[in-house]
């Protein structure tokens, strides 16, 4: 299946999922709203004075209860996603909340098992940096420091990209296996790349990451319009997020062994 392909059967597959689906897209919208509503808990106006941050102005109190919530209920919507990415044919129901939920809070230990060597290295980079810092003279030419911390920046880049690659590919596979050990296993997700090829996944990847551009242009656009443009942004967001769910899990089916032919 080619890049177009599968940019199209992921937008049918998410518009054919909400449209006319309304209780099932009533979900995801209620479901995000508490983290949608923290930008009305406070005034900016009232918590900057001139360029001093007013700590006390903030209603801490509020924003901790809706992120709370949020940060619960986004666990629901991982969980959809997993039953996305085991292949479903068509859009599953929000069913069988009790393992919605155990999915979402899986999938999201995947996804921390591989970022946690990038907070690591990250770290281990800021030490390195400050030390090398208060290690040179006070007359150290300003070129030796930023030529260091270049390359602190790009050694985090690079390992944040090779995160990305295996991680999308490793949350797909968990979801498949039903395994976290699985979903981070290094050797059997660089089998998948391959068999997809290195350059056929990347394709597919800059193929997702012009569709996500696109994407960001119109919430940039929709967030622009007065008082109805986050309300438009929650609408829309769903759509996005199944999309994204089945175009991985289409890029995923590319590195699946194809049966051979009988002679």
Request: net charge positive; with cysteine.
């Amino acid at each position: 299946m080619d890049i177009g392909a599968l940019l199209s059967d992921s937008f049918v597959y998410a518009q054919e999922a909400l449209v006319g689906k309304w209780t099932r897209w009533g979900i995801f919208i209620l479901f995000a709203l508490p983290f949608s509503l923290i930008q009305f808990t406070f005034d900016p106006k009232t918590i900057m004075t001139g360029t001093t941050m007013n700590w006390g102005a903030i209603p801490w109190g509020q924003i901790a209860v809706l992120a709370g919530l949020g940060f619960i209920l986004s666990f629901f919507i991982s969980g959809y996603t997993v039953r996305i990415y085991r292949g479903a044919k068509q859009a599953p129901d929000f069913t069988g909340w009790t393992n919605l939920f155990v999915d979402g809070v899986k999938l999201a230990v995947v996804w921390l098992l591989w970022f946690l060597p990038i907070i690591v290295l990250a770290a281990i980079c800021a030490i390195a940096f400050f030390s090398f810092l208060s290690a040179q003279p006070t007359a150290m030419p300003n070129i030796t420091l930023l030529l260091f911390g270049l390359l602190l920046l790009v050694v985090v880049f690079v390992s944040f990209v090779l995160v990305i690659l295996f991680g999308i590919l490793g949350a797909v596979r968990f979801a498949r296996t039903g395994s976290i050990r699985e979903g981070i296993r290094f050797s059997a997700i660089l089998t998948k790349i391959r068999t997809i090829g290195w350059l056929s996944y990347i394709i597919l990847l800059i193929g997702f990451i012009i569709a996500m551009v696109i994407y960001a242009v119109i919430t940039g656009i929709l967030s622009a319009i007065p008082f109805i443009g986050w309300v438009l942004i929650l609408i829309i967001n769903p759509v996005f997020m199944i999309f994204t769910a089945r175009y991985f899990a289409l890029v995923y089916d590319q590195g699946e062994s194809q049966p051979v032919p009988p002679v």
